[in-house]
């Protein structure tokens, strides 16, 4: 998940949520199928197996949450059966998702139609537009340009953006970006559903842009004598934790061995496991020489406020939002 925290919600649900794992799912998800989830849903009769300790006092919203989680671990055809008693808006925007992850792209916008629009397009169009806007794909760059000039979440332009990931049209980087935003699609109708079905709103889990500084007890100037050399602390007076000053960085050149994305790490990082920003997968860089050369680049380091992860951005980038590559959630590059 992008932004929710699954300890926020009952035990058996949250338990469900990490099934599938801490990396965004594929953009078709029946293609990685959770069999034990779907044992699992089954086995969990009732809504009050789903949500206890909590109390259900919506059933239909209950029969979306269930829907939710057989579409998020790979089954389809269960969500269909599901969503089927669910609130008229969740069953259409549920049903959407669903048919568009089955390639059914003309039938899933006839099911968005259906929608007036939803709570969830607000916050959703927040997020896409800056996740799409900080790609280098230029269909993905007008896709957010188009959520800008309209203002609001566009399911239409989506599905076409899809559709073209999904034939392979678009780069891998892409792939990525749209898998972030499928993934906080259905986070933030989950916990529209949850909500509802147990009656009562989820706590606001609070967000920094930027991480906390340090504090600082600052000692009392010492005296230099005209001897001794002087010193950066005698000029710095404070750093902070976010941004480190341009610096010129070694890096390599590396290849993703299972979706061949090329990235570029840090030469420190030889011989130490790293994660495809593209496809998630995890493979170890190799010790030395091949495969790439060296090669130096000036960039502003920067501090996700969420997982901690730490790449590089151009230093135009400060005071502008950008992209997690590890976690996917946007904060506020420092200026």
């Known amino acids: 998940m992008i932004e929710l925290d699954p300890t926020l919600l009952s035990r058996n649900v949250a338990s469900l949520l990490m099934l599938r794992g801490a990396a965004a799912p594929p953009l078709r998800m029946q293609t990685e199928a959770n069999l ?65 992850q089955q390639g059914r792209y003309d039938a899933a916008k006839q099911s968005f139609r259906e929608l007036e629009g939803h709570a969830i397009f607000t916050p959703l169009r927040e997020y ?86 340090r504090r600082i007890e600052r000692k009392p100037p010492r005296t230099r004598t005209s001897s001794e050399p002087p010193s950066r602390c005698d000029s710095v007076v404070g750093a902070s934790p976010a941004v480190a000053p341009p610096a010129a960085t070694a890096e390599c050149r590396v290849r993703c061995p299972r979706c061949k994305a090329p990235m570029s790490v840090a030469q420190s990082m030889r011989g130490k496991p790293v994660r495809c920003a593209a496809c998630q997968a995890e493979f170890r860089v190799p010790e030395g020489g091949l495969p790439g050369r060296a090669h130096v680049r000036r960039g502003i380091g920067v501090r996700c406020p969420r997982c901690q992860g730490t790449h590089a951005v151009p230093p135009t980038a400060r005071g502008q939002k950008t992209v997690c590559p590890r976690c996917a959630s946007s904060f506020l590059v420092p200026g």
């Open 36 to 100: 034990a989830a779907r044992r699992m849903l089954a086995g969990l009769d009732g809504s009050r197996a789903l949500f206890m300790p909590k109390c259900c006092v919506d059933e239909a919203m209950s029969a979306a949450v269930r829907a939710l989680l057989y579409l998020w671990h790979g089954w389809p055809d269960d969500c269909a059966m599901h969503v089927q008693v669910a609130p008229d808006t969740e069953r259409h925007y549920v049903t959407g998702i669903r048919l568009r």
């Open 128 to 213: 896409a537009q800056v996740a799409a806007g900080a790609s280098a794909d230029p269909v993905l760059k007008r896709f957010g340009e188009v959520l800008e000039v309209r203002g609001d979440w566009e399911p239409f332009a989506f599905i076409d953006v899809f559709s073209q990931v999904v034939d392979g049209k678009l780069s891998y980087g892409a792939d990525a970006i749209l898998r972030g935003i499928q993934c906080r699609e259905i986070e933030l109708l989950l916990v529209r559903c949850y909500e509802g079905a147990v009656g009562e709103k989820l706590p606001e889990r609070r967000r920094d842009e930027a991480p906390v500084r």
